[in-house]
């Protein structure tokens, strides 16, 4: 977890954020927001909203006061204690890559299978830069359909002792990582008391809430477990092609899938998420890294902190078919806002390639060096007296050099960021490296990390616990 | 010229700023500033500062009465006044890479010879995202080293048609460039009116300016050109390594040098220079892209709108040797931070490679589409009622996409930022496109532009006149 105590960067007006407050107040109220499940329905409607089939026309001051029941900030416990977190303020909690079907090792791009997921969630385990392996962070093709979910979990509660994030493509599947999650962390109670999970709940946009998205929020937050309402736009397709637009609808139904959650259970944490970027109109295809996400993004801060939310946003973003430059400036493009907006929960920051179809084991060591440089670059300097080294200048002179001065001896080892893998070396000692590429230094590094790794330590115990739950649910599942 | 709306991000406290003056103060009267050029030391000598063989220890209240005869903002004329700039304020000019020996493209590293020269100028005059091809936008070690820059100048005057950096090698070849740029834009006068030129007189840090350096300065000045007056600070070599440090020896040395230019012209234009960087302690090279660089642009930017001055930072600068990920994501690191201090003269903003020594072909199109992207990103948002398009959601509904909507129909042409190099296509698609990275695409793209190219026209008049200029200087000078 990182904590940023620099200035936030905001570029939104009261009277914008007063036409946004207006934009999404008449959107619910007079569209509606359409919630897939008729539970979801029913509690809106015994709330006194007006109800049309499976659209909630919503009262926004009804929303606004269901919002208020949420908790401005919250913890969220690991295994290993070491590793908990605490979502709002000015903590950033970070996560890998989620969702991708497909890998990439150097120049293979290929199916991604269960031994992936799990070298992933090693790698994930190894950088302290993340604070959880996230999910999905490859989708295991491999493993059976059914328990793959199963799989995944025992994964991530195995090789990690970071919190992780719960499964959400059905009800049952949520049920049993909440099941699998009390064994690992003491009973139901223990992780009402401080929860461990976090899930994404996607809205499908515009204004609708799915039916297998919502049977996993119901189990989530009946448990009092966090879950990511996140709007999915990406402007031109899901949302019209204007920022404010986009945002006005971002507001909409985030707040309304917010309201939702705190009917289920009054006071169940939850964080205001965001997906925001465009469709590239010449291709169709999406756009990531682009200006108009980086803008989105740090509106969408500062539209969190307004409501007194937690907010999610950014990763290593990009369209990028490999690691290549435009892998990097786009991550970059989207990981720099990410800090300037505070963001409090980042998803998909390490690993994300190709508009995330792909987890790729490269990308993943650039956005780690990417997320160290970051932390470094948002710590506050101090300044002070003593950090203006009069000393040395009375030492060195004029036209002299710092190298043997006793300010820089004293400091040398820690005083710079230090890379791990950027190169500085000359052209000469480069080509006696062997001329490597950054993607080829990453394959390196990423190859060395899983040949060193040792998993966390577990209890026996739980460990025979949570494999005869896999083995039963498995047999349940028929796979 | 780009004007950036958007908020600075301003991380230095008033109290932070008041120790860095206390600092600077106390370095430039306590340890001075040691002038390598007599005239200097007797023009402060006759202002009144107390002088020591070649050392100048100033009465901080002095330079400051100096410093407030610069001007805060100041026209710099180009041959075609389309290309015109105006330095300060809110605005940003853009000059490309400054000073590399070798070139890359592709996989080749060589020498830089005359003809990138006149290539690299080319496609700096063919980028509107350039306002300058900059001065040495490489060496051009095939020409006669004595009247090399007349070569330069000579393509910077032909080629392109956008203001130009002047020769500062020497106070001979700064009286060149003036007489040279005399010629193309309508005698002395015409230039002294209006100034043509902005030239970088580099600080040979610590607390030293060096006799060449100062020679070409006294030219620029008495002429009414501005200079940049750069203390050039790698942390740990040319500086202490903390960056309070660094930025209270930048101050010392950048007005120390904007004293004298007042001094030699009162009024004389000038920039607040600053190149900060760090080395990095384990290979001794220096570092680019850095989280330091990054906070000592943004400090330097606060301070230089402290003392009422244009300033110059930042830069695509990375250490990379070829154009990858490395080489995009420090580039960034340092462009992005750029936009957000609002920098007034960007220098090296297209084409830095490999810490400065290589001038890259690739690596100059890749960060023109950096440059594309973040004035976008820098561009304000205009949020009002009709930007929220509430007729496409009564359109769209619960559920649907805005591909085909009216709102989207109407505005997807210019929507969104429109990539020149980079690709969304899916990879289907982009194998069957030829695999191409980011940097093989970008070879194809420069090579387009220079086969497109046609150089701006010039009176035939004024050609003749330069030809005969240089070539009785050739012969001067022994070439």
């Given at each position: 977890?990182?904590?940023?105590?620099?200035?936030?960067?905001?570029?939104?007006?009261?009277?914008?954020?007063?036409?946004?407050?207006?934009?999404?107040?008449?959107?619910?109220?007079?569209?509606?927001?359409?919630?897939?499940?008729?539970?979801?329905?029913?509690?809106?409607?015994?709330?006194?909203?007006?109800?049309?089939?499976?659209?909630?026309k919503?009262?926004?001051?009804?929303?606004?006061?269901?919002?208020?029941?949420?908790?401005?900030?919250?913890?969220?416990?690991?295994?290993?204690?070491?590793?908990?977190?605490?979502?709002?303020?000015?903590?950033?909690?970070?996560?890998?890559?989620?969702?991708?079907?497909?890998?990439?090792?150097?120049?293979?791009?290929?199916?991604?299978?269960?031994?992936d997921?799990?070298?992933?969630?090693?790698?994930?385990?190894?950088?302290?830069?993340?604070d959880?392996?996230?999910?999905?962070?490859?989708?295991?093709?491999?493993?059976?359909?059914?328990?793959?979910?199963?799989?995944?979990?025992?994964?991530?509660?195995?090789?990690?002792?970071?919190?992780?994030?719960?499964?959400v493509?059905?009800?049952?599947?949520?049920?049993?990582?909440?099941?699998?999650?009390?064994?690992?962390?003491?009973?139901?109670?223990?992780i009402?008391?401080?929860?461990?999970?976090?899930?994404?709940?996607?809205?499908?946009?515009?204004l609708?809430?799915?039916?297998?998205?919502?049977?996993?929020?119901?189990?989530?937050?009946?448990?009092?477990?966090?879950?990511?309402?996140t709007?999915?736009?990406?402007?031109?397709?899901?949302?019209?092609?204007?920022?404010?637009?986009?945002?006005?609808q971002?507001?909409?139904?985030?707040?309304?899938?917010?309201?939702?959650?705190?009917?289920?259970?009054?006071?169940?944490?939850?964080?205001?998420?965001?997906?925001?970027?465009n469709?590239?109109?010449?291709?169709?295809?999406?756009?990531?890294?682009?200006?108009?996400?980086?803008l989105?993004?740090?509106?969408?801060?500062?539209?969190?902190?307004?409501?007194?939310?937690?907010?999610?946003?950014?990763?290593?973003?990009?369209?990028?078919?490999?690691?290549?430059?435009?892998?990097?400036?786009?991550?970059?493009?989207?990981?720099?806002?990410?800090?300037?907006?505070?963001?409090?929960?980042?998803?998909?920051?390490?690993?994300?390639?190709?508009?995330?179809?792909?987890?790729?084991y490269e990308?993943?060591?650039?956005?780690v060096?990417?997320?160290?440089?970051?932390?470094v670059?948002?710590?506050?300097?101090?300044?002070?007296?003593?950090?203006?080294?009069?000393?040395?200048?009375?030492?060195?002179?004029?036209?002299?050099?710092?190298?043997?001065?006793?300010?820089?001896?004293?400091?040398?080892?820690?005083?710079?960021?230090?890379?791990?893998?950027?190169?500085?070396?000359?052209?000469?000692r480069?080509?006696?490296?062997?001329?490597k590429?950054?993607a080829?230094?990453?394959?390196?590094?990423?190859?060395?990390?899983?040949?060193d790794?040792?998993?966390?330590?577990?209890?026996?115990?739980?460990?025979?616990?949570?494999?005869?739950?896999?083995?039963?649910?498995?047999?349940?599942l028929?796979?």
């Amino acid at each position: 977890m990182f904590v940023n105590k620099m200035p936030r960067y905001e570029i939104l007006s009261a009277d914008a954020i007063a036409v946004l407050e207006r934009g999404w107040r008449r959107i619910v109220s007079e569209i509606g927001i359409q919630f897939a499940k008729p539970e979801a329905v029913e509690l809106f409607a015994k709330a006194g909203q007006q109800v049309d089939g499976d659209v909630v026309k919503l009262d926004p001051e009804f929303v606004l006061e269901q919002v208020a029941k949420a908790p401005r900030e919250f913890d969220v416990q690991a295994r290993n204690p070491a590793n908990n977190v605490h979502i709002g303020g000015d903590n950033m909690v970070f996560g890998a890559v989620y969702g991708c079907p497909f890998v990439r090792e150097g120049d293979v791009r290929r199916d991604a299978t269960m031994q992936d997921f799990r070298q992933l969630s090693m790698l994930s385990q190894a950088y302290p830069e993340l604070d959880t392996a996230g999910g999905v962070i490859c989708e295991p093709n491999d493993a059976p359909l059914d328990s793959r979910h199963l799989d995944m979990i025992y994964a991530l509660a195995t090789l990690t002792d970071k919190f992780y994030m719960g499964n959400v493509v059905s009800g049952p599947n949520a049920a049993d990582t909440i099941k699998m999650t009390e064994i690992l962390l003491g009973g139901r109670e223990a992780i009402e008391r401080t929860p461990a999970l976090i899930s994404l709940i996607n809205c499908n946009s515009p204004l609708r809430w799915d039916d297998r998205m919502l049977d996993a929020q119901f189990e989530y937050c009946a448990a009092a477990q966090p879950v990511v309402l996140t709007p999915f736009l990406l402007m031109g397709a899901m949302s019209p092609v204007t920022i404010p637009a986009a945002l006005t609808q971002q507001l909409a139904e985030a707040l309304s899938g917010i309201a939702l959650a705190q009917l289920i259970r009054p006071g169940c944490p939850v964080i205001f998420g965001s997906f925001l970027s465009n469709i590239d109109m010449q291709s169709g295809s999406p756009s990531f890294g682009t200006p108009e996400s980086a803008l989105g993004l740090l509106c969408t801060g500062q539209l969190a902190r307004h409501y007194g939310l937690p907010f999610r946003t950014g990763g290593g973003l990009n369209s990028s078919q490999t690691a290549d430059a435009q892998s990097a400036y786009e991550a970059l493009m989207t990981l720099l806002p990410t800090f300037l907006a505070g963001t409090n929960f980042v998803m998909h920051s390490a690993g994300w390639l190709e508009g995330g179809l792909v987890s790729c084991y490269e990308k993943f060591i650039i956005d780690v060096e990417l997320l160290r440089e970051l932390r470094v670059e948002f710590t506050p300097l101090e300044i002070d007296e003593a950090s203006l080294a009069f000393g040395a200048h009375e030492e060195v002179g004029h036209g002299g050099h710092f190298l043997g001065a006793a300010h820089t001896m004293e400091r040398f080892r820690d005083c710079f960021y230090r890379p791990m893998l950027s190169s500085t070396a000359n052209f000469e000692r480069w080509l006696k490296l062997g001329a490597k590429d950054t993607a080829a230094r990453a394959g390196e590094i990423w190859r060395k990390k899983l040949e060193d790794f040792t998993p966390p330590p577990l209890d026996d115990a739980i460990r025979a616990e949570l494999d005869d739950y896999v083995a039963r649910r498995r047999r349940e599942l028929g796979d």
